[in-house]
């Protein structure tokens, strides 16, 4: 779940997901593991088995696991020092996929959020993004 989530956010090519599966998963099958992956977790048939993006917040990983629990970052925080990378990159895709998902039946909603924040606060969000992605060592698989 954690993995193809941040695939996703960090906006990385499907394919490349999907070959690092079947490398790193003694028990990943190609007929199963294909549509899960390019279908299902990184939205890339364009919503033929997944009626939208796997995307979510890291508040949404602290709620749901406890890898959050010794975190340093608030998962609750998109723009800050201490903003929870997943979080920041949730609302850079929705900037980036915006007239996208506008009108999508189960993100409008979350667009209509992203709308409300202050040019400020995107423009912050933006910023930090760029700083996560200019941070972390999967800039260099992409």
């Not at 906006?11 to 199963?32: G, K, S």
């Not at 609750?76 to 920041?88: K, L, M, R, S």
């Not at 007239?99 to 040019?119: C, G, I, T, W, Y």
Request: one cysteine or more; charged letters at 20%.
């Amino acid at each position: 779940m954690v993995t193809g989530l941040f695939a996703q956010l960090w906006q990385t090519r499907p394919e490349q997901i999907h070959a690092w599966y079947l490398a790193m998963y003694v028990d990943a099958v190609e007929w199963v593991e294909l549509p899960n992956v390019l279908g299902m977790s990184q939205y890339a048939d364009g919503g033929i088995m997944a009626s939208k993006p796997y995307i979510a917040t890291g508040r949404y990983i602290a709620k749901m696991s406890n890898y959050c629990d010794h975190c340093r970052y608030k998962p609750d925080e998109a723009e800050t020092e201490n903003a929870c990378p997943f979080t920041t990159l949730y609302w850079e895709f929705l900037l980036k996929h915006r007239a996208r998902f506008q009108q999508h039946p189960r993100l409008a909603l979350q667009v209509k959020h992203l709308d409300n924040q202050s040019e400020d606060k995107r423009a912050a969000i933006a910023k930090r993004a760029q700083w996560v992605r200019a941070h972390y060592p999967a800039n260099h698989y992409t």
